[in-house]
């Protein structure tokens, strides 16, 4: 005897049928959005008696999924999943544009905003719209000056985690990228960026004044300074005002008295390499 599945319940905006009402009930939410399933600690709203039973365990502390690897415990089976790739290395998520891989999906979705220029998220204060909601809360610290991210070394706080990372590593000394031209080694990759140009000769940067081009950013901004006449270094002790920071390093030798540049003959010090140049004349070496 054939068996006939009976769903006289019907959705009157999809057409989906479902055998009970109570079924037909819990559909309807993924029209209306209702959110039927409070939390009785916080009060969070869920439309589905499923995350509403998720959610109540970060209050409980359960964590009933547990990584093989490094037994880390996760409170959804979708996030132990997550966790497993940073052990696999599986990134089964790519960009359809320029076949960049990810682990997570929405990783991929916010990569994606790169190739469509979609800036979904706008700052209050300024205006100034973010692909992400992370960058948008990295920017927000512009305003508020908050910096979360304190270096164990030094204790020099970051408003940006990438930042705080680089940074540890003038005290490790780590230059994770390598060019695969000379084998030089850069602490980031925007350094190593840079450096390429020496081999390939691009100055993608060109000054719309003068028309002098330019391998980094950092330099093609120095050089704008000297048509616009800024100089945002300012000193702390007599304020005078530098257009680089290295200028304004030294500057800030005529209050400190330091004097890194010594000549390896006589041992005599200069606070400026130019002054050690001209020292060395004396010895005949220039």
């Known amino acids: 005897m054939m068996n006939v599945h009976i769903r006289p319940f019907s959705c009157e905006v999809c057409g989906g049928a479902f055998p009970r009402s109570a079924e037909l009930k819990r559909h309807m939410v993924t029209h209306t959005g209702d959110k039927l399933y409070s939390c009785e600690v916080c009060g969070k709203a869920s439309s589905n008696k499923a995350h509403a039973k998720v959610h109540m365990r970060t209050h409980i502390g359960e964590k009933s999924n547990f990584c093989e690897v490094c037994a880390k415990a996760?409170?959804?089976?979708?996030?132990?999943?997550?966790?497993?790739?940073?052990?696999?290395?599986?990134?089964?998520?790519?960009?359809?544009?320029?076949?960049?891989?990810?682990?997570?999906?929405?990783?991929?979705?916010?990569?994606?905003?790169?190739?469509?220029?979609?800036?979904?998220?706008?700052?209050?204060?300024?205006?100034?719209?973010?692909?992400?909601?992370?960058?948008?809360?990295?920017?927000?610290?512009?305003?508020?000056?908050?910096?979360?991210?304190?270096?164990?070394?030094?204790?020099?706080?970051?408003s940006n985690r990438s930042d705080a990372k680089v940074h540890l590593r003038t005290h490790t000394g780590e230059k994770p990228y390598s060019c695969e031209m000379c084998g030089k080694a850069f602490s980031t990759n925007s350094e190593l960026k840079n450096h390429r140009r020496?081999?390939?000769?691009?100055?993608?940067?060109?000054?719309?004044?003068?028309?002098?081009?330019?391998?980094?950013?950092?330099?093609?901004?120095?050089?704008?300074?000297?048509?616009?006449?800024?100089k945002p270094y300012a000193c702390e002790i007599c304020g005078t005002s530098c257009s680089t920071s290295s200028n304004l390093k030294s500057h800030m030798r005529t209050h400190t008295g330091e004097k890194p540049y010594s000549c390896e003959i006589c041992g005599s010090s200069f606070s400026q390499p130019s002054n050690l140049k001209v020292h060395m004349r004396i010895h005949k070496v220039i």
Do not use: Q
Request: aromatic share 8%.
């Open 74 to 158: 996760f409170h959804t089976n979708s996030e132990l999943k997550r966790h497993v790739r940073t052990h696999t290395g599986e990134k089964p998520y790519s960009c359809e544009v320029c076949g960049k891989a990810f682990s997570n999906n929405s990783h991929a979705k916010v990569h994606m905003r790169t190739h469509t220029g979609e800036k979904l998220f706008s700052c209050e204060v300024c205006g100034k719209a973010s692909s992400s909601n992370a960058d948008a809360k990295v920017h927000m610290r512009t305003h508020t000056g908050e910096k979360p991210y304190s270096c164990k070394l030094c204790s020099k706080a970051f």
């Open 198 to 230: 020496i081999h390939t000769g691009e100055k993608p940067f060109s000054c719309e004044v003068c028309g002098s081009a330019f391998s980094s950013n950092s330099n093609f901004k120095k050089h704008i300074r000297t048509h616009t006449g800024e």
